[in-house]
């Protein structure tokens, strides 16, 4: 976790220690309060980057040990490419960026300046966003080092920013943001002996103190509403089931919901189907979808977002022991429709249809939006770089595909189709959990659309996404705390006035 990262706003000032992180373009341009602030040094860095043919391209540093002319230790000058080129998120991904060239520094000053001269608030909270996400370890369990490891210390970010005042007005929506995002990196790495489903939801349970309401449904509650697929997938496990419903009313009384359902298969073995055991140890990142609604509760209740909100989160874990279900089972889900279990690993689907059920017929939202690290075959078709949207209404999925562009969270959507129906078609129940090789993130999806009527619906595959995630600036964790961030701002687009 993000521990001792203290962050400070202040004006333009040369500092007096540390790490100074400054930002020119590919034409080593310097922003006029940059330049005040380097004074002479200024001419340091036009000698130090010919020596190393820096060239400002975006993202890329050059790093001055002892710069004549300045008080630091260390100046560090990183390029912002082409000003053509240049787009709003990039901030984010540059404050991770600088974070991860300041390295092991205690103190460390960004300069929010382009080189423009645009030094706004916005800028100066977003690069504080992208160092702190980029700031992340999850190392509570390791009670040794390597020799070569730099000793943890406190480090103090400040940046530079022409109105402080304002900067640290946006500043805490952000550290709510982050917030959000660190927890639910945190709730995905945990190995699964420490998060079973009935911890997870204590865990959960802790959004109390930021004034959310919390609902735990336990193994009695969920067999009085019928929830008999998720029951089914966890009834080989030692450890009970838990479905946590959050609730957050910023809004007015009278405005419906939005609801956010995510899939907490807390380790999946596959059930009786078992997977192969060649990397089955990341199924404890198989609740990562759950992990992503926590973290988005959090952020929502933390910056006081102007909406009303329900978070659900189906918590199993499936085993294979001799209670588990088999395939040929059929269960009656608690819509009445029933399934027949053809394989016991398509096991998220069974999760999400009882509780997208369950949001549906008590809380009547005004949309709904899943996530789910619900099949490898959404890796097959777009890998890692986009989750799968799935969506039966067209400005929903619009709206998410927007969010996605501005927080680099992007999804790609997939059809959706009545001819993918016949695929899950069974001759014994309603239907069946899974369609086959062919189209199987397609047909997942055909499957939860069964269970949510004619509510605006929208369903996230996050399989590669959220966990194994590829190392950017910002994230250097095997959990990346994926859909924090996008739903959170479609809900600061969309949702609130």
């Not at 790093?63 to 000003?83: N, W």
């Not at 699964?192 to 009695?220: G, Q, S, T």
């Not at 075959?377 to 039966?392: R, S, Y």
């Amino acid at each position: 976790m993000v521990e001792g990262f203290r962050i400070r706003f202040g004006t333009f000032a040369p500092p007096a220690k540390g790490v100074l992180v400054v930002f020119c373009d590919d034409g080593l341009r310097l922003g006029p309060a940059t330049r005040a602030i380097l004074g002479k040094a200024t001419a340091v860095v036009t000698r130090a980057a010919a020596a190393d043919r820096f060239k400002g391209k975006l993202g890329s540093a050059l790093d001055i040990v002892a710069p004549a002319d300045l008080a630091v230790d260390r100046l560090v000058v990183v390029g912002l490419g082409k000003p053509k080129d240049w787009t709003p998120n990039d901030s984010v991904r540059l404050g991770g960026a600088a974070m991860g060239k300041a390295g092991s520094a205690a103190e460390v000053t960004m300069v929010a300046e382009l080189p423009t001269g645009a030094m706004d608030a916005e800028l100066a909270a977003d690069l504080v966003l992208g160092a702190r996400l980029r700031a992340y370890t999850f190392d509570r369990y390791k009670t040794k080092k390597k020799d070569d490891d730099e000793p943890k210390r406190p480090v103090t970010l400040t940046v530079a920013v022409k109105d402080p005042a304002a900067a640290r007005r946006i500043g805490a929506e952000r550290e709510a943001v982050a917030d959000g995002v660190v927890l639910a990196r945190d709730l995905v790495n945990e190995p699964p002996n420490v998060l079973f489903p009935v911890a997870f939801a204590e865990r959960a349970a802790e959004l109390r103190k930021l004034r959310v309401a919390v609902e735990i449904l336990d193994d009695r509650a969920m067999k009085r509403l019928g929830m008999n697929a998720l029951l089914g997938v966890g009834q080989g496990s030692a450890h009970e089931s838990r479905v946590v419903v959050m609730r957050w009313n910023g809004g007015k009384a009278t405005d419906k919901p939005i609801a956010f359902v995510g899939k907490g298969v807390c380790f999946d073995t596959g059930g009786i189907s078992i997977k192969p055991a060649a990397g089955m140890e990341d199924m404890k990142g198989d609740m990562a979808g759950a992990a992503c609604v926590v973290g988005l509760m959090h952020a929502l209740a933390a910056r006081k977002a102007k909406v009303n909100a329900i978070g659900a989160i189906g918590l199993v874990e499936n085993m294979p022991d001799g209670a588990a279900q088999r395939p040929g089972d059929i269960v009656t889900t608690m819509s009445g429709q029933t399934v027949e279990i053809i394989n016991t690993d398509a096991e998220g689907r069974l999760v999400l249809a009882d509780v997208l059920h369950h949001v549906v017929t008590k809380y009547k939202p005004q949309a709904m939006i899943d996530l789910a690290t619900l099949t490898g075959a959404i890796m097959v078709a777009l890998g890692q770089e986009h989750a799968g949207l799935f969506a039966n209404d067209d400005k929903l999925a619009e709206n998410l595909v927007k969010a996605g562009q501005a927080t680099a969270e992007r999804v790609w959507r997939m059809p959706l189709a009545p001819e993918y129906d016949k695929l899950i078609d069974s001759k014994f129940a309603d239907m069946k959990n899974t369609g086959g090789r062919f189209g199987g993130a397609v047909t997942a999806a055909q499957f939860l659309q069964r269970y949510v009527g004619k509510t605006p619906w929208a369903h996230l595959d996050i399989a590669g996404t959220a966990l194994g995630s590829p190392q950017t600036d910002i994230n250097k964790s095997w959990s990346s705390g994926w859909g924090v961030r996008l739903l959170d701002r479609l809900v600061a687009d969309v949702y609130e006035p």
